[in-house]
């Protein structure tokens, strides 16, 4: 059974820094994905990482994928206060799909 | 991106009544869709994996005869929480995928069972 390993679960940044949240797992994944959840929402999709090496970036946000170490990295730079939000990975293997526990990021003044 | 439709939002219900909670690729057909239960501050907690046309696959400790899942076609999906008890109450999130492509959620539902 793949499971998934997200670190740290409660991160506290203050606006303008920057800051990495890791996300390890234990078996091949065939995709590795990000999400944002805000409080009473569902989840929203933020990065899928197909291969090793995969690098994506949207806006403040970029995410990476080293298959070899089984980790993927997700990197905040100069954060705002908008970016305040649980951040899940989760990885799929044979159509079975885990989650991280979730970064609970919260960005102050 | 793709788009999948999950209804009710928000339901409450008496206890020991049933509740079904619809989730519809709208514009794919998806080849297998997950059902995930999520309590407060806590991650998605996977429940069943259906696939179109067959039976689900329950997760060790979810309660088939409880959480009834049927896949009849590649855009719909329904999970039924039958004889519902206030345990059950939680935010219920179904997820859709097409072949090896990503996922896509729905909007969730946040069922209260009163």
């Known amino acids: 059974e793949l499971k998934v390993e997200q670190n740290p679960l409660f991160l506290s940044m203050q606006e303008g820094k920057n800051y990495t949240i890791y996300c390890n797992y234990s078996?091949?994944?065939?995709?590795l994905y990000w999400y944002r959840q805000d409080p009473g929402k569902s989840l929203e999709s933020l990065f899928v990482l197909l291969s090793n090496g995969a690098v994506k970036q949207e806006g403040r946000l970029m995410a990476s994928l080293d298959t070899k170490a089984r980790l993927s990295t997700l990197h905040i730079t100069a954060a705002v206060h908008d970016l305040s939000a649980t951040y899940f990975c989760a990885g799929i293997n044979n159509n079975d799909m885990r989650f991280g526990a979730g970064t609970r990021l919260t960005v102050k003044p | 991106g793709a788009v999948v439709s999950q209804h009710p939002s928000r339901v409450i219900c008496k206890s020991g009544t049933s509740v079904k909670i619809e989730c519809r690729s709208l514009?794919?057909?998806?080849?297998?869709m997950f059902w995930y239960r999520q309590f407060p501050k806590q991650s998605l907690m996977l429940m069943a994996t259906?696939?179109?046309?067959?039976?689900?696959?329950?997760e060790q400790g979810v309660e088939k005869d409880k959480f009834l899942i049927n896949h009849a076609s590649l855009t719909l999906s329904t999970l039924t929480v039958t004889s519902a008890h206030p345990e059950d109450s939680s935010f219920y999130i179904c997820?859709?995928?097409?072949?090896?492509?990503?996922?896509?959620f729905g909007q969730g539902t946040r069922l209260t069972v009163v």
């Open positions: 078996t091949t994944s065939d995709r």
């Open positions: 997820s859709a995928v097409q072949g090896s492509s990503e996922a896509f």
């Open positions: 259906s696939n179109e046309g067959s039976k689900a696959t329950y």
């Open positions: 514009d794919f057909q998806a080849t297998t």
